[in-house]
């Protein structure tokens, strides 16, 4: 994909104008198709919730497009944190100890935030064009399996969005989601998933 295609500047410009204005996306990341919003926007967050049916108790991750944008949602990125994030060759969602900078209802109860940091070309110039760090969840139901592909999204999910991303509907299903690691501070960390 390409992301100077003129094609793909109005589907991230669309994509962007809507979650400035508090609304949900639908779109591809770096792993699986997602749910968005602007991760600094506690009732757009809510109607994620609301979408996937899903408690506020589990918290969503966000995805950010480089490491200042990440230091700028994150209290403390460890160093051994960075030192993954550039060795990872396949996505990897980090846990931090404390978010900042985003709403509320992003945060898990003990003030902690995952994000993942993406360099996959559509999500990466979408983050890079919002200006900003923007959530992403899987595109179902809560308790349902995820939909690797556009075509497996429930068409409840998609009527619920206020834009539905025109870019990569015909690629072939991701192989899986993000492996998840919780690094806290001083460097301990912990495999949540593979």
Known sequence: MNVADESVKADIRAAVDVMR??????????????????????????????IKRRTDSKALITLVDSLPMLDATVEDVPEVAEQLIEAAVE???IIY???????????????????????EPFSAALCRAFRGPVVSTSANISGEPAPLDFASIPDEIKAAVDYVCLSRRDEAPAAKASSIIKI???GLFKIIRK
């Open 97 to 119: 100890d404390r978010g900042r900078n985003v709403a509320p209802e992003l945060l898990a109860d003990d003030g902690s935030l995952g994000v993942r940091l993406t360099r």
């Open 91 to 93: 996505p990897v969602t």
């Open 21 to 50: 204005r508090g609304g949900v996306i639908l779109y591809p990341t770096d792993t699986i198709w997602g749910l968005g919003c602007d991760a600094r926007n506690g009732n757009a967050v809510k109607r994620v919730y609301e």
């Open 184 to 186: 806290s501070a001083g």
